[in-house]
C-alpha cells in the first residue's frame, strides 16, 4: 500500500516552454504533498508543500510563479515549471502523507527527470 | 531551521562486512523524526529505518540499526553483513513529530560496497 506514482519519468522540452508533472497517489487519500528538487549528484531540496483545496506554501528562495503548484483532488498534484530554462534542468520528486498511514512517513514517487534544451 | 550533516560523502566497505554512516543534525524542536533513506541508481527514495526523538531505545530493521544520541544530535546508522545490494545513496532527514512539514535532507553518503 501506499503508493505514490509520478508521470513523466523523463520530460525533454525546449527553452522558453512549460511542463507539467503529475504526482499521485494510487491507493490512499494524499491531504499533503510535498515536492522536492534534487540536483545531480545533490541532495533533496524542499520547493513547497501543497495541502489539497488550499495553495501551496512555497519554500523561500522558489519562486511561486515559475513554479506551479495545483492540489485540486485528494489523489492528485500537479507542478507546472513555466517558461523553463536550462537552468531548471533538475530531477524533481514529490512524496505524500495522508490520514491513516503510519504516522510521519512520506511516501515518494519516483521522480521526474526534467532537461530543458 | 533545521540542519543535517552527513561529512562523508563516500564510504567503501567489503560484502559481509559491517559499516556506519554518520549523521548530525541540529534543531531547537523537541518533537521530531529521524530517518535514513536509500536511493539506489533508480534514484526512488527508499525508506531504510526511522527514529522517533522521544524514544530512548534505538531503532532496529533487520540488518539495519542506527545509534541516535539525543544530546549528542548525532544519528548514525549501521548497516551488518552489507550486501552487493546494499550499494546506493544514502540521505539522513529530519522531520517534524507533527509530520505535516517536509523533511530536511543531509548531502548524503555514496556507499560502495566490494565484492
Known amino acids: 500500500g501506499a503508493v505514490v506514482s509520478q508521470h513523466p519519468s523523463w520530460v525533454i522540452c525546449k527553452s522558453g516552454t512549460s511542463v507539467k508533472i503529475e504526482c499521485r497517489s494510487l491507493?490512499?487519500?494524499?491531504?499533503?504533498m510535498f515536492w522536492y528538487r534534487q540536483f545531480p549528484k545533490q541532495s533533496l531540496m524542499l520547493m513547497a508543500t501543497?495541502?489539497?483545496?488550499?495553495?501551496?506554501?512555497?519554500e523561500q528562495g522558489v519562486e511561486k510563479d515559475k513554479f506551479l503548484i495545483n492540489h485540486a483532488s485528494l489523489t492528485l498534484s500537479t507542478l507546472t515549471v513555466t517558461s523553463a530554462h536550462p537552468e531548471d534542468s533538475s530531477f524533481y520528486i514529490c512524496?505524500?502523507?495522508?490520514?491513516?498511514?503510519?504516522?510521519?512517513?512520506?511516501?515518494f514517487g519516483a521522480g521526474t527527470r526534467l532537461s530543458v534544451l | 531551521a533545521q540542519t543535517v550533516t552527513q561529512s562523508q560523502p563516500e564510504m567503501s566497505v567489503q560484502e559481509a562486512e559491517t559499516v556506519t554512516l554518520s549523521c548530525t543534525y541540529d534543531?531547537?524542536?523537541?518533537?521530531?523524526?529521524l530517518f535514513w533513506y536509500k536511493q539506489p541508481p533508480s534514484r526512488q527514495m527508499i525508506l531504510v529505518i526511522r527514529?522517533?526523538?522521544?524514544?530512548?531505545q534505538n531503532a532496529t530493521e533487520n540488518r539495519f540499526s542506527v545509534n541516535f544520541q539525543k544530546a549528542a544530535k548525532s544519528f548514525s546508522l549501521k548497516i551488518s553483513d552489507s550486501q552487493l545490494g546494499d550499494a546506493a545513496m544514502y540521505f539522513c532527514?529530519?522531520?517534524?513529530?507533527?509530520?505535516?512539514?517536509?523533511?530536511?535532507f543531509g548531502k548524503g553518503t555514496h556507499l560502495i560496497i566490494q565484492p
Open positions: 532527514a529530519w522531520g517534524s513529530g507533527g509530520g505535516a512539514d517536509g523533511l530536511t
Open positions: 527514529q522517533e526523538a522521544y524514544k530512548q
Open positions: 534543531t531547537s524542536e523537541s518533537d521530531y523524526y
Open positions: 501543497s495541502n489539497e483545496g488550499s495553495k501551496a506554501t512555497y
Open positions: 512524496s505524500a502523507i495522508g490520514p491513516g498511514l503510519a504516522k510521519n512517513i512520506q511516501y
Open positions: 491507493d490512499f487519500q494524499a491531504t499533503t
